[in-house]
């Protein structure tokens, strides 16, 4: 009687199982070469042969895998087989969650990254924000005092003002007086009376 272990024929670049032919028992079952199953299967007819690899199994090799397993691939490193079993994650699996985390890493470094350059842009703009803050203070301490000392100044010039004003007002009051206690008498104020002779006529003898 013949035993034909099955052929699994995978992708090369990942692995997958393509086809599986199965195993075979019988006194007229006859083992296919390559060149046939790829003209028998479709799947494999559609593929570029190059891309497709394949591992010949004796006859009830790891039966009791693949009656325990819930999936299986090919490593196409070392063309050994890859059982997962329930509760099990899949090697692929595994591999695009480990592949999606790194890119999720990478992007995430990235944003840090350029959060971090912002940062630091602000950091520079507050730090001349607190300059500029600073060189103003010190502005308008200057123009304080510059006010605090033109009002003192106008307030002494004011006060130089009042005390003018109220020399002023004494000179003019002395000049008035000075002009009154001299004044020259009018002529009506020095005439003497005369005394006026009865007759008219003054007496010779």
Do not use: W
Not at 22 to 49: C, I, M, N
Not at 108 to 131: D, F, G, P, W, Y
């Amino acid at each position: 009687m013949m035993e034909i272990g099955m052929k699994i024929y995978f992708d090369k670049a990942t692995g997958n199982v393509v086809v599986n032919t199965g195993e075979q028992v019988g006194r007229l079952v006859v083992e296919t070469t390559e060149d046939q199953d790829f003209a028998t299967y479709k799947a494999l007819a559609e593929r570029v042969r190059d891309t497709i690899g394949v591992v010949k199994l004796k006859y009830g090799q790891f039966r009791r895998e693949f009656a325990e397993c819930n999936g299986y691939r090919v490593n196409p490193d070392t063309e050994d087989l890859e059982f997962t079993y329930p509760g099990e994650v899949p090697a692929e699996v595994l591999i695009k969650r480990i592949e999606m985390v790194e890119g999720e890493s990478a992007k995430t470094a990235q944003e840090l990254e350029q959060t971090n350059m912002k940062l630091k842009r602000t950091e520079t703009q507050l730090a001349e924000s607190l300059e500029r803050l600073g060189q103003t203070e010190t502005q308008l301490q200057e123009a304080q005092l510059a006010l605090t000392e033109n009002y003192e100044e106008l307030q002494t010039a004011k006060q130089e003002a009042v005390e003018a004003q109220l020399a002023l007002t004494e000179l003019y009051e002395l000049v008035l007086a000075g002009q009154t206690g001299g004044k020259p008498e009018t002529p009506e104020d020095s005439a003497v009376p005369s005394e006026t002779v009865e007759g008219g006529e003054e007496d010779n003898g």
